[in-house]
């Protein structure tokens, strides 16, 4: 098989809750939250995808990186309003697709994405 000199994929580090560095390789076209779910790293990502939860928040360590991405649309930024921890670099993982331009970026994850941590509610045990 001929190989193609374009990039195919980038290196992306998450950095967990706990501060661990984990660098993967996210082809090129494919979300944050897939390449998360295929890495078994700790992104929920509730709704797959579909803009109907923030629970696949992350945070861009980087502005540099965080200019390269596609405006969030209203739907994102309603969502992103709900997230736990929010920040001036903040997006939703499901919606950041990576593209050669992203290589080398890092992605933090917050420390709570609970949705019932909203309201401080603790479910209790019987
Ligand atoms: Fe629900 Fe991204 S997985 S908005």
Redesign the pocket.
Known sequence: MAKKTRKRWIEVTFVTKEGDRKTIRVPVGMSM?EAAHENDIELE????????????HVIVKDEKFYRMLKEPSDEEND?LDLAFGLTETSR????VIAKPELNGMELALPAATRNFAVDGHVPKPH
């Open positions: 939250l990502g509730a709704c797959e995808g579909s803009l109907a939860c923030s629970t696949c969502m939703l993982g499901c919606q």
